[in-house]
C-alpha cells in the first residue's frame, strides 16, 4: 500500500469518525462511498436502448437534463435516457438496479418538489411517449406519460371529448394523473386519476404489467393519486373520457379584507 497525502489521511480520518459517531454510521458510509457508474456501464445501458442517452460529456445534456422549475437547476443527473417505449424503459430500470443508481421518471418536468430530476442517477424522460389514441366510436382514449395537456386537449376536442386537467398546457400528463390531477373541469368532471380504466406500468423489477380494477388492483389503486415513480414507472395510460361541446370559464377577483365573503359566495355556487 502506498502512502498517503494529507488530503486522503484527512477524508480516511472523517470516515472512520463519522463511521464510529453517527448512528447506522457504516451504513451511511458505505452509501457516500458508492461510486457512480463509469463509462462503461452508461455504454452498456446505451446498447439496451432505442432511445438516446445524454451524459454530461455530450453536448445535448444541459438541455435534457432541464426541469421547467429553476429551483432544481443545481441538480445534476448522471445521465437521461429518452426512453422510445417501454422496453427502453424496462432497459434502464434494470440496469439502474443491477448498479445501485438511482432513478426519477419525467413526463413533463413540472414537478413543484422536484421529483422530475435526481442528483447523480438516471434520469428516464417518457416525453416520447405523447401519443394520444381515441378508440372508434367510443370514449376510450389511449395517453401516453409524456402527452403534454395541450395535445391532449387538441386531440380530444377534435372528437368531442375531455378530460379533466390542469390548466398549464405544458404539463406532462403522466405526472398530473398520477398526482391526482385537479383543474378547471374537476367540479363536474371529477379529477384526472378518476378517469383512468388501466395502466401499463414498469414496476422496480423491471416487469411490465397491466394494472386495472381486476388485474394488480391493488396497484391500481395505489397509483392514481399516489404520485409519479413511488410505485412504477407507467408507459400507457387507457381513460374514459367524456363527451363535450362547449366549455366556459372565468376569473373573479376581490379586496383582500372580502377573502371570507368570496370564500362564501364561491362555496354557494
Known sequence: MGELDRREALQLFGVGLLAALHPGGFELVSRMSRRAPGASLLRALEREVRGPL???SEPGFGGAAEVYNSRYDDV???AVLRAAGARDVQAAVQWAAKNDVPVAARSGGHS?????TVRNGLVI???SLDRVTVSSGSRSVRI???ARLIEVYAGLAAKGLAVPGGTCPTVGFGGLALGGGYGFAS???GMTCDTIE????????GSLLTADEDTNADLFWALRGGGGGNFGIVTRFTVNASREGSAAFYSASWPAGATEDAIAAWQGL
Request: positive net charge; without cysteine.
Open 144 to 146: 401516453g406519460p409524456g
Open 125 to 127: 424522460d417518457l416525453r
Open 54 to 56: 445524454y451524459t454530461r
Open 112 to 116: 413543484y418538489a422536484g421529483y422530475s
Open 198 to 205: 388501466s395502466m401499463r406500468v414498469v414496476t422496480a423489477g
Open 76 to 78: 445534476r443527473p448522471l
Open 187 to 189: 367540479r363536474a368532471l
